[in-house]
């Protein structure tokens, strides 16, 4: 089975009290599932976390938004591959997704977010290209567009006046950070993922 791990730790992580960061993050990883196996934390700030491939690109950029949200960001190594062993938890589960994660993460310099998959060097050269142009603008979030969307993130089928709702906040402001936050592209990236890959699982077996 083809699957996603996600390797990442919080960027300076010590300027901020660990006590405001770390419920949101254990939040967001939490939205992927509630045992060791599905996500553990380690050394403080980093942080692993196994979904479906096809739901790679929707984790990192809701982990990022939740980060983001509280005045901090996030590194990410994504390796999508395959487990050939499932533990009690992910430090003692193993395979080709955990070594590319850790190979992905390990490569991190000049962007935030990494992907080495089992598909070959041109799948991976187009997505990091992708990704990388993605964080032109996601790095740019402000606390607003990113407390949005990750809420819209974790509930896509709200409408704009549910989530203004929700954030307490008018709809023709939420509309205007999503507008600069570039939610539908970003919303639209994460779709073509998700379709690319769900094909390419298909053909794999």
């Not at 490569?107 to 187009?126: I, P, R, T, V, W």
């Amino acid at each position: 089975m083809i699957l996603a791990v996600l390797t990442g730790d919080i960027i300076a992580s010590r300027s901020s009290p660990t006590a405001q960061w770390l419920p949101i993050l254990q939040e967001a990883l939490a939205y992927w599932g509630s045992t060791p196996s599905d996500w553990i934390l380690y050394r403080g700030d980093s942080f692993q976390l196994k979904v479906q491939a096809p739901q790679a690109l929707l984790a990192c950029f809701l982990l990022k938004s939740a980060l983001r949200s509280v005045r901090l960001d996030v590194r990410i190594g994504i390796g999508i591959g395959k487990e050939t062993y499932s533990g009690r938890s992910l430090a003692e589960s193993n395979g080709e997704a955990y070594i590319l994660s850790g190979q992905a993460f390990d490569s991190l310099s000049q962007y935030n977010m990494a992907l080495e998959s089992c598909f070959g060097q041109k799948y991976d050269e187009y997505w990091n290209l992708v990704l990388h142009l993605a964080l032109t603008f996601a790095d740019k979030w402000t606390v607003a567009e990113s407390r949005a969307l990750y809420a819209l993130l974790q509930n896509p089928n709200l409408t704009q006046i549910q989530l203004a709702e929700q954030l307490g906040k008018a709809q023709s402001t939420i509309s205007e950070a999503l507008k600069r936050a570039h939610y539908v592209e970003l919303k639209e990236m994460i779709n073509i993922f998700k379709d690319q890959i769900e094909y390419k699982c298909s053909c794999s077996f």
